[in-house]
């Protein structure tokens, strides 16, 4: 069993860097796979990026070169930096470990002048 919880999000204005915080908790937390997705009112949820038990990561093409996905070495913290924040980044944050079927319950994110 794998708990997430997310925090770090707020207000913040284009340009702007945030780093979003997911702390996984339970048995198998070191072990999981974790992913970051957001969803903006009337979109679908998007998937972000994904960090692995060994480390390995990957990104949608939409965030690549803005955002970093990294964990620390416990394997419980998994952080979601975020620069050169644009308006259209705003959206709910969920952190997540799918294939245990896990969801956190989601920080939102509002970039905006």
């Known amino acids: 069993q794998v708990q997430l919880v997310e925090s770090g999000g707020g207000s913040v204005q284009p340009g702007d860097s945030l780093r979003l915080s997911c702390l996984a908790s339970?048995?198998?937390?070191?072990?999981?796979?974790v992913s970051w997705y957001r969803q903006a009112p009337g979109n679908q949820r998007e998937w972000l990026a994904t960090?692995?038990?060994?480390?390995?990561?990957s990104y949608a093409g939409s965030v690549r070169d803005r955002f970093i996905i990294s964990r620390d070495s416990a394997g419980n913290w998994v952080y979601l930096q975020m620069n050169s924040l644009k308006p259209e980044d705003t959206a709910k944050y969920y952190c997540?470990?799918?294939?245990?079927?896990?969801w956190g319950q989601g920080t939102q994110v509002t970039v905006s002048s």
């Open positions: 997540a470990a799918p294939v245990l079927g896990t």
């Open positions: 960090i692995t038990s060994a480390g390995i990561i």
């Open positions: 339970g048995a198998s937390a070191r072990n999981a796979d």
